[in-house]
C-alpha cells in the first residue's frame, strides 16, 4: 500500500510541478532574448518585472533603460512584455503599421474594462472616429467653439458690472482656478445647459449651470485623483466603489458629439448603465487635460512677461481688427473661431506648454511576429502577444537636440523669424516629424485636439482682456511635476501656485 501512496504522492508532486512549470512558462519566466530581436530586460522580480520601479517614475526608468539598451528595448511590466521604441526618426514605423500588427483597440478595451468598467462593442472605434469628424472638426468644431465661449463667459463673467464685484482682488490656487473654469465651461459645452422651460428662464438656467457644474467638478477631481491607480489596477475596493458610483452619473442636454455617441449605443442595444460608464470615459477624456494645460499656461505666462507681452498685445490686435471693443456696460466680446485663426503666437505659446507638460505613453498590442523597420536602416523582430509603447516625453520634448535648453519656456520656440508656424526641428542633420506628439498619433490620435486648443486659446483670451492676474509670490518656483500621472497626458504640479486676479470692468 505504501508504495501506491509514495506512487500516487510523486504523481501528485509532478503534476504540482508541471503546472508551476506551464504557469511560469506561460508567463514568459523562461523567455530569453532571441537572435533579432531588441535587448530584453526581464527586472529581477517574476511576472512583475519593472513595473514598480516604471510606476513611481516612468520618465526616469524609461531613461535609465535608453541609457543602458539604447533606443530600443523590451522590458517586462506587469506580466507583458512591452517593447520601447525612442528614437524619434523611426516613430513612423510605430504611427502608421497596419493595425493587423498593431492594434490600438485590443490595447484600449482592456484598459476601458479595467479602469472604467466599460465593456463595450468591437465597432465603439470606428463610431467615435466618425462622431469626432463630424463633431470636432470643421462646422462641428465651429458651433462647440461657440457653445465654450457663452459658457466660458457665464462662468468667468457673471459678476461683471454687478456691485458684487467691487474690483476687488481675490486669492485662489491657480491650479484649482483654471482646473474649474475650463474643466465646468468644456462639461458644460460638451453635455449641455440647463433647460429653459419659459421665456426669461435664462438666468435661472445660466445659475443652474454655474451650481451644478462646480459639484461636477469636486465629485470628478476625486475620482481625478484615483486614476493614475485606477489604470495600474491597484486601487482600493473602497475607491473602486466610489469610482462607479461618480461614473453612473446621469446627464442631460447633451451636445452633437455626446449625442451621437449615446444614441448610436441605445440602438444598438447597449445596456444603460454601461452607456453611463461611456458617458463618464468620455468625460475624462475630455476634461482631464485640459483644465491642468490651461493651468500651465497662465502659469508659464505670468513668468514669462515677455511671453504674456507678446500674447496680450497680439490678442489686442485679433480683437480690434474684429471691430470689437471692451468697455464697461459694453456687449461681451467674443473669440469666434475665425479670430483663432489669427494667432500664431498664442499658437506657439500652447504648442510649448504641451511639449513641456504632456507626456502620454503610446501603447499598442502586436497581434503578429512582425520586423520593426528603423530610420537608420536596422531592424528588430517582435513578437506577437507583446506590446509596443512610446514615450515621446524623454524620446522628443525633452531631447536637446531637437529643443534646445529643453526645460525653458520659450514662448516662441514653434515659430518662425516671419511670425508663421515653425514645423522645421532636426536631430543628428535629420529633419523630425514628430517633433512634438502632445496627442499621441497615428489611429489613437486625440480627436479633440482641435478643440482643446481653442478651450485654452478662448480661456487666456478672456483672462487676458477681462481680468488683471498675478503670482502671490513673483519669484515663485516653477512647480515639480507629480510623477505618479507619467502616461496619462498632461501632467499635474506636485503643489498649489497662490494667485490673485480681478475684473477690470
Ligand atoms: C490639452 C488637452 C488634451 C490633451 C493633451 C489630450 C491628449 C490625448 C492623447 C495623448 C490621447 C491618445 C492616447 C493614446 O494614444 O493612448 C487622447 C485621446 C483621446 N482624447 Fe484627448 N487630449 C486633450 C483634450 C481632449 C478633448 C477636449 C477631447 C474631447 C472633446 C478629447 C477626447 C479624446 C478621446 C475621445 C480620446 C480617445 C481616442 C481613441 O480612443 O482613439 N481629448 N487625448
Known sequence: IWRVQILLLLTLFLCVLACLFGGLWIQGFFRQR??????????????????????????????????????????????????????????????????????????????????????????????????????????????????????????????????????SWKEDGLFNYCYNIVFRAGYLALYGNATTQTEGDEEKARINDRTESEILFHEFRKYDQLFPNLAYGVLTPKGRREANRLTNENKENVSGWIWDMYHMRREEGMKELMIDRYMFVLLWASQGNTGPSSFWLLFYLMKHPDAMEAVRNEVLKVLKESGQEVRPGGPLVNLTHEMLMKTPVLDSAVEEVLRLVAAPLLTRSVLQDMTLKMADGREFLIRKGDRMAVFPYIAVHIDPEIHPDPFTFKYDRFLTPEGTKKTDFYKGGKRVRYYTMPWGSGVSMCPGRFFATNELKQFVFLMLVYFDFELMNPDEKIPHIDHQRWGFGTMQPDREVQFRYRLRY
Open 34 to 167: 532571441r537572435p533579432g530581436e531588441p535587448p530584453l530586460d526581464k527586472g529581477w522580480i517574476p511576472w512583475l518585472g519593472h513595473v514598480l520601479e516604471f510606476r513611481r517614475d516612468t520618465a526616469k526608468f524609461l531613461q535609465r533603460m535608453t541609457q543602458k539598451h539604447g533606443d530600443v528595448f523590451t522590458i517586462q511590466l506587469g506580466g507583458f512584455y512591452v517593447t520601447f521604441l525612442q528614437d524619434p526618426l523611426s516613430f513612423g514605423a510605430f504611427a502608421k503599421e497596419s493595425r493587423e500588427k498593431l492594434n490600438f483597440n485590443a490595447f484600449s478595451r482592456q484598459l476601458l474594462a479595467r479602469v472604467f468598467g466599460y465593456v463595450g462593442f468591437t465597432t465603439d472605434h470606428s463610431i467615435l472616429e466618425a462622431t469626432s469628424q463630424k463633431h470636432l472638426k470643421g462646422h462641428g468644431l465651429q458651433i462647440m467653439t461657440e457653445s465654450m465661449m457663452s459658457n466660458l463667459q457665464n462662468l468667468m463673467l457673471h459678476h461683471l458690472g454687478s456691485c458684487e464685484n467691487q474690483k
